[in-house]
């Protein structure tokens, strides 16, 4: 079984820029989740997606972060314009079904670097 | 919102040892679920064993074991026979019951010394 796929695994960008990332669950996961995960820190979840809704996005900053999943399988997650604080690895993880007994599985990041 | 804290940084064990990772959590809900994730170098995050608040028996995965203590807001991770392929970030999470947020902690690294 092929697990969650992400790319791009590294990308270097100057504040003010626009980036985005991309997110392919394993095949017949219904849930979606995007996850920061800043140095010596934990992942802080910023979204979750049930097929292509919106179940979670109250850690989310709406205002330079969106995302989507407009099919129901892989998702989007952009930032613009980015800032220095956004320097982090984003994480995709999904699950077979909404809720704590599905588990998780993560996808191997990107760094993202803002200088 | 709810708080994990992992207070110990850096953890090192010898091989074949037993080693316990600490883990508290704050919280006002009597219902949630509880998480240790493995995160080894430069690979992907994994789910090492999880606990629901409302059973009182402690989970087991093999040679990994939790020390659950609802009262005290206490979830340790014990690992028996360590391997070298043990090695890693681990991570304790906390899940509400609604299921909407999860929290992580900060992590301990462990080191398993050959």
């Known amino acids: 079984e092929a697990g969650v796929a992400q790319s791009p695994r590294y990308k270097i960008i100057e504040k003010r820029q626009s980036v985005a990332f991309w997110c392919n669950p394993i095949s017949g996961h219904a849930t979606l989740y995007w996850y920061q995960q800043i140095l010596g820190q934990g992942p802080k979840l910023l979204i979750q997606?049930?097929?292509?809704?919106?179940?979670?996005d109250s850690q989310l900053p709406k205002d330079r972060f969106s995302a989507e999943r407009l099919k129901g399988v892989d998702s989007t997650l952009k930032i613009q314009p980015a800032k220095l604080e956004d320097s982090a690895v984003y994480l995709c993880?999904?699950?077979?079904?909404?809720?704590?007994?599905?588990?998780?599985?993560f996808g191997p990041g990107t760094r993202l670097t803002v200088l | 919102a709810q708080t994990v804290t992992q207070s110990q940084p850096e953890m090192s064990v010898q091989e074949a040892e037993t080693v316990t990772l600490s883990c508290t959590y704050d919280?006002?809900?009597?219902?949630?679920?509880l998480f240790w994730y493995k995160q080894p170098p430069s690979r992907q995050m994994i789910l090492v064993i999880r606990q629901e608040a409302y059973k009182q028996q402690n989970a087991t995965e093999n040679r990994f074991s939790v020390n659950f203590q609802k009262a005290a807001k206490s979830f340790s991770l014990k690992i028996s026979d360590s391997q070298l392929g043990d090695a890693a970030m681990y991570f304790c999470a906390y899940r509400s019951n609604t299921g909407n947020q999860f929290y992580f902690g900060t992590g301990t690294s462990l080191t398993v010394i050959p």
């Open positions: 993880a999904s699950s077979l079904r909404w809720g704590w007994r599905n588990e998780q599985f």
């Open positions: 997606f049930q097929n292509n809704g919106v179940v979670d």
């Open positions: 919280t006002s809900e009597s219902d949630y679920y």
